[in-house]
T-cell receptor
Framework: GAVVSQHPSWVICKSGTSVKIECRSLDFQATTMFWYRQFPKQSLMLMATSNEGSKATYEQGVEKDKFLINHASLTLSTLTVTSAHPEDSSFYIC??????????FGAGTRLSVL | GENVGLHLPTLSVQEGDNSIINCAYSNSASDYFIWYKQESGKGPQFIIDIRSNMDKRQGQRVTVLLNKTVKHLSLQIAATQPGDSAVYFCAEKSFSGGSYIPTFGRGTSLIVHP
């Protein structure tokens, strides 16, 4: 089956630093990738939709200057949390979709900002 | 997607029983539905999907039922096993802005007792 690799799985950083999370589709070309945020015991909240070679589409309430998304190739999208603060601590999950509707998820990245 | 509440609904069953997890979706224009299983600290894992032109689809030990009249989706797990313990999310997809956008339901925590 389709595999999506997300890295790192866990990151701890100091307040004010920036953190980059990578999402790679390993065995298929992902025309679209999605970035989600999940708080404990809650559902996944879609942050943005990323299409290869174009600007990401952000959901309402998500700051695009805070959460920078780059989808430079058909197999890689990155999310950079800029100037991270403790309230940015969360579980971030990416997913990738091929030409169909099926969406394949990464294992998630737990971000802890001190 | 809607982020509802702080506490996930919980379903407790005995090993070997059948489980039924329910989901109400919001968008009558959604035409593709998916059930995911999420174990603690991991990304969602695809279980089964169904398109809006169907009302039932079966997989291995799982069945998804779709009632478009009342916008209701259910996941039936036969002979539930301890390894089925996880949080289950339904997701609906609708076509918007040139892309299929996913919306996740609130999730149900399934606890299987040996």
């Amino acid at each position: 089956g389709a595999v999506v690799s997300q890295h790192p799985s866990w990151v701890i950083c100091k307040s004010g630093t920036s953190v980059k999370i990578e999402c790679r589709s390993l065995d298929f070309q992902a025309t679209t990738m999605f970035w989600y945020r999940q708080f404990p015991k809650q559902s996944l909240m879609l942050m943005a939709t990323s299409n290869e070679g174009s600007k990401a589409t952000y959901e309402q309430g998500v700051e695009k200057d805070k959460f920078l998304i780059n989808h430079a190739s058909l197999t890689l999208s990155t999310l950079t949390v800029t100037s991270a603060h403790p309230e940015d601590s969360s579980f971030y999950i990416c997913s990738a979709r091929d030409l169909g509707l099926a969406e394949y998820f990464g294992a998630g990245t737990r971000l802890s900002v001190l | 997607g809607e982020n509802v509440g702080l506490h996930l609904p919980t379903l407790s069953v005995q090993e070997g029983d059948n489980s039924i997890i329910n989901c109400a979706y919001s968008n009558s224009a959604s035409d593709y539905f998916i059930w995911y299983k999420q174990e603690s600290g991991k990304g969602p894992q695809f279980i089964i999907d169904i398109r809006s032109n169907m009302d039932k689809r079966q997989g291995q030990r799982v069945t998804v039922l779709l009632n478009k009249t009342v916008k209701h989706l259910s996941l039936q797990i036969a002979a539930t096993q301890p390894g089925d313990s996880a949080v289950y999310f339904c997701a609906e997809k609708s076509f918007s802005g040139g892309s299929y956008i996913p919306t996740f339901g609130r999730g149900t925590s399934l606890i299987v007792h040996p």
